[in-house]
């Protein structure tokens, strides 16, 4: 195992997931020299999980018994992980965030650590660690909630959708976060959704009446699925569609489109965009019939460039705030993923049949 990090850290013009990799691997390891191989290899994807990663399932156990254990205690503190080697707080002192994605420009302060020796090979390689931190974006995962981790994880280690930008929807926070395939943010701002709390189906009409919800679960976007005549008009093609699965199992359709631009509406929903500070964003831009509400400017800037909308990307809406406990459920995707696949290829056949009738018009 070390002789393949030291190969590692040879590599010229290692790109900046590489560099990643290496620093984190060689930090998990730093101070338990004295340690038994297993009990290293332990400690370091303990150590890992604190840092938003998974321990492989096979030794999942003896993590969490090594976690519990207060012989092991010292090493997992962030403090004892580096000063257990003599690094001192020095090694991780400023913009940690800043350090984990660019190390080359970081000015390290404090003492140097020395390179690391006798590290384990037998129970967990070097290959399944790396395994475990690629496509992991550490500044990404720290701006999101418990829930938005849940699916940007969920999202990094099934890759439903590889080579494709997805979507993360925190309803409590109203923020909305586009994220790219190598699971980096693209960029995240304040949302409009629906104007009723709860993971109810949408039972909005057209005209008033019904349950205006923006259920939680996972959504399918499209551009020609699902197209109304008039949003073409309404939305100046400024829009899109999400076909999903709720966390209450229906079966669901919500706009994703530029602020409504209805008269005095519009007014009222831009002016809930740009509000800072709210005390109570969810109910603050909880103002549509249940689409997702964005400026016009971001989907010139941020959603046109980075998606086609042709079914084969996503959307993963969280859960509101249960107002009988104040908590937020938990987000499980991994429960409904599995009722994604048919909605997806269905939208995907629409999609390639209506792209089709577009392009002959545009010819004609």
Sequence with gaps: MMNMM?????????????????????????????????????????????????????IKKEVREIKKSGKFGKYLLWGGMGLAAGVGMGYLAGNDAELFSKPEEKKITGVQPEPITGTPKKTATYQEAVKSMERFDRITYEKLSANGRRAYE???????????????????????????????????????????????ENTFVEGGGGIETTPSGIYVISKYAGLDQKDIVLYEEEQFYVFGI????????????????????????????????????????????????????????????????????????????????????????????????????????????????????AIL
């Design 6 to 58: 030291k190969e590692q850290s040879e590599k010229e013009n290692k790109t900046e997931t590489e560099k990643n990799i290496n620093f984190l691997v060689e930090f998990v390891f730093r101070g338990t020299e004295e340690l038994s191989e297993t009990e290293r290899e332990l400690i370091a994807f303990a150590r890992l999980e604190k840092m938003g990663f998974r321990a492989p399932k096979e």
């Design 154 to 200: 969920f999202h990094r280690e099934k890759d439903p959708t590889p080579k494709k930008t997805y979507f993360i929807l925190d309803k409590t926070r109203t923020i909305l976060y586009e994220i790219s395939p190598e699971n980096k943010l693209i960029f995240a701002s304040s949302v409009i959704i629906g104007s009723a709390l709860g993971e109810a």
């Design 246 to 361: 709720s966390i209450a199992g229906d079966k669901t359709q919500l706009g994703f489109h530029q602020t409504y631009p209805g008269s005095g509406e519009f007014e009222k929903r831009t002016a809930a965009l740009n509000q800072k500070n709210t005390v109570n964003p969810r109910r603050t831009r909880g103002l549509s019939d249940g689409c997702v509400n964005w400026p016009k400017e971001y989907f010139g800037k941020y959603v046109f460039p980075n998606i086609r909308g042709d079914g084969s990307e996503l959307m993963y809406i969280l859960p509101d705030t249960d107002p009988t406990t104040g908590k937020e459920p938990a987000f499980e995707p991994e429960k409904i993923i599995g009722r994604i696949g048919p909605i997806m290829k269905e939208v995907q056949e629409i999609e390639k049949e209506e792209r089709n009738k577009v392009d002959k018009q």
